[in-house]
């Protein structure tokens, strides 16, 4: 230890080799006395465990100690990643824009040397009922699951992506959707737009509740007055693009542009529209989220806010990889930003093209 500053990581080294060698089994000695034994400052010693806390290869229990985590201890390396998708998202890992996030994140864990495992049901993820079948989970996650992550983390390296947890030691990969939405709408407002509608996603999440409140935020920043009938609650499905769609144009005044929380329901509002014999994006404009690959495709090409989606599959897998390997990555939390694409489905409102 020729520097003071590598305490801290000569500690950490000595805790996972006396786990490796069985000399510490289920429960680390108080870490008072490690820093006895160790003839090392206690706050070293406490800096060691918080990062190997954070690495999952430890875990504290309030008031009881800590304890070692037995997806470290006791289980042998699977070279399995799993990808764990809510049951709630619609059409689950076939929809569009989860089926790529899937294939990225299945490039990332071959190149890297692991095979991807879908999940869908927590039971499936119970090393108590099933057997360890991976090494790490990533794992797209709605606040209403939080109390099972809580357990689950004891068992398995974990990184969220998409929505944070209220517990920080969990590491997250998520999307700017806040600024997103902004770019969206700085755009429309760049074209002549102060009338916009919004179709929102789900509302008991991060995502939806932040491209939400871009929206919003966009709507005060240039002098416009929260208007509730302008914003449509939907759940990222096709129908209920379909439905957002019929209740605006059912408005006394129309919007003349609309933001979609996702491209799913910004193409079904295309549709719609069109069935109405309302031209895209002559009579309305409309604009996406996320960039599935059918939005260049349809007529008109769907203008977008699109997520860099090879990017979030490549930092959640690193960072996963880090905790298997029981080291505490540079950066635990990280939030991408997403990019406006410009295509066809935006215009000038009539009376400004005019």
């Not at 406490?46 to 470290?72: E, H, M, Q």
């Not at 991060?206 to 491209?211: I, L, M, S």
């Not at 996963?320 to 505490?328: D, Q």
Request: hydrophobic share 40%.
């Amino acid at each position: 230890m020729a520097k003071s500053s590598l305490k801290y990581i000569f500690v950490q080294d000595k805790i996972k080799e006396d786990i490796r060698t069985g000399q510490i089994i289920e429960q680390l000695p108080g870490e008072r006395e490690l820093a006895k034994q160790l003839d090392i400052s206690y706050m070293t010693v406490r800096k060691a465990i918080d990062n190997l806390v954070n690495a999952g290869v430890l875990y504290k229990i309030p008031t009881k100690g800590t304890f070692v985590n037995t997806s470290v201890a006791e289980k042998p390396v699977t070279r399995n990643i799993g990808f764990f998708l809510d049951d709630r998202v619609q059409d689950s890992i076939s929809s569009p824009y989860f089926s790529l996030v899937f294939m990225a994140l299945e490039k990332e864990a071959v190149s890297n040397g692991y095979n991807l495992i879908y999940f869908s049901d927590f039971n499936d993820l119970d090393p108590a009922k099933s057997g360890k079948k991976c090494d790490g989970i990533i794992i797209s996650c709605f606040p209403r699951l939080e109390y099972k992550l809580l357990e689950l983390k004891k068992h398995f390296p974990i990184v969220l992506i998409g929505n944070t947890a209220a517990d920080k030691t969990m590491p997250s990969v998520i999307i700017d959707n806040f600024n997103g939405i902004v770019d969206a709408m700085d755009y429309l407002w760049e074209l002549g737009h102060s009338r916009i509608g919004f179709i929102t996603g789900l509302l008991d999440s991060g995502v939806g509740k932040d491209r939400l409140q871009g929206y919003l935020s966009s709507m005060n920043k240039f002098g416009i007055s929260e208007d509730p009938e302008l914003i449509y609650e939907g759940n990222y499905s096709y129908e209920s693009g379909a439905k957002g769609a019929e209740y605006m144009l059912s408005l006394p005044l129309p919007p003349t542009a609309i933001v979609c929380a996702n491209d799913s329901m910004a193409i079904a509002a295309i549709k719609t529209i069109h069935e109405r014999g309302i031209e895209v994006p002559d009579g309305i404009s409309i604009v996406g989220f996320d960039d599935i690959t059918v939005a260049s495709q349809i007529y008109p090409p769907l203008t977008t806010v699109a997520a860099p989606i090879s990017d979030l599959a490549a930092n959640s897998v690193k960072i996963l990889i880090s905790l298997i390997e029981g080291v505490v990555p540079d950066n635990k939390h990280i939030a991408l930003p997403a990019h406006l694409v410009i295509r066809g489905s935006c215009a000038p409102p009539k009376e400004c093209a005019a």
